[in-house]
């Protein structure tokens, strides 16, 4: 992985998206990057059925002018959001650009984040996944999917990032997420603790034999812990216990139908965790 030199951070102007927005300039100065604020206006909300709907459903059809005025004033929310994001970066001495577009939201992001080295968005709410369908959210889910970038999904509150753990199960996933992982140890002096998680012995052992010859080869600042139980939980216990304020892991490792079956340990913790997650896929 090269350095992270640009951060690029959707927001929408929402408490969760200012926290992101927190992350984003404490991480910017430890790796010397910058930022990108990018608003995007949802094309569905200026041009699509829903506003047709909503003005039906009151028994008040769209005026002449109607979409026009209702995209002058998502415009106008646009610049406020925007603006507030410049001044708040160039308090801290951030280097900041920002972008409004309409489109798709996902979409938009994927295609923006191609410039970009690693994409920074606010967690939704704790239920927010019953209205959106996935439990992540379909926005966040796709741009981890899709964008080929490390997505680094932040939660409700600011907490400075002093230490950073890894989830490792040998995946192609978590071998990308280790090296991620290491490089950015090494950019922010993180100290790193790597997580296996196996009741077989011997596949922890072999694990922790990977990991170890991978570090040495780096000489990074690396320990490595072996916990059983459910990946999950044992995520969450690990977290919990405070020892670290960044977890990264490799997003996805198994196929769909056993996410769908099973449920994805990687939403499992995004949901339960209250410390930003990385996700590399």
Not at 113 to 131: C, N, P, R, V
Not at 230 to 254: D, N, P, R, T, W
Request: net charge negative; aromatic share 6%; charged share 20%.
């Amino acid at each position: 992985m090269t350095a992270t030199r640009k951060i690029l951070i959707p927001t929408d102007g929402s408490a969760n998206s200012l926290t992101a927005l927190e992350y984003g300039i404490y991480i910017a100065r430890k790796l010397n990057a910058s930022l990108i604020g990018l608003y995007v206006l949802d094309v569905n909300l200026i041009q699509g059925p829903m506003l047709t709907d909503i003005s039906g459903s009151v028994g008040m059809p769209p005026y002449d002018g109607f979409f026009d005025a209702v995209e002058t004033s998502l415009n106008e929310k646009a610049d406020f959001i925007l603006k507030a994001f410049r001044q708040r970066c160039q308090e801290s001495g951030i280097n900041a650009e920002v972008k409004k577009t309409i489109g798709k939201i996902n979409q938009i992001i994927i295609e923006e984040s191609q410039s970009a080295d690693l994409i920074l968005m606010a967690k939704k709410g704790e239920h927010f996944h019953l209205k959106e369908g996935g439990l992540l959210g379909s926005v966040a889910e796709a741009v981890v999917r899709n964008s080929g970038k490390p997505v680094l999904i932040t939660p409700e509150t600011f907490l400075e990032i002093e230490s950073m753990g890894l989830a490792y199960d040998g995946s192609d996933p978590a071998a990308k997420a280790l090296k991620l992982s290491l490089k950015l140890s090494e950019q922010a002096v993180w100290p790193l603790t790597v997580v296996v998680i196996s009741p077989d012995a011997q596949k922890s052992a072999a694990l922790t034999t990977e990991i170890e010859d991978i570090v040495e080869a780096q000489n990074a600042d690396c320990a490595v812990i072996i916990l059983q139980g459910k990946e999950g939980e044992e995520i969450i216990k690990f977290i919990k216990e405070g020892s670290v304020e960044l977890m990264v892991m490799g997003a996805y490792g198994h196929n769909r139908l056993r996410e769908l079956l099973l449920g994805s340990t990687t939403s499992f913790v995004l949901r339960k965790s209250h410390i930003p997650v990385l996700l590399t896929h």
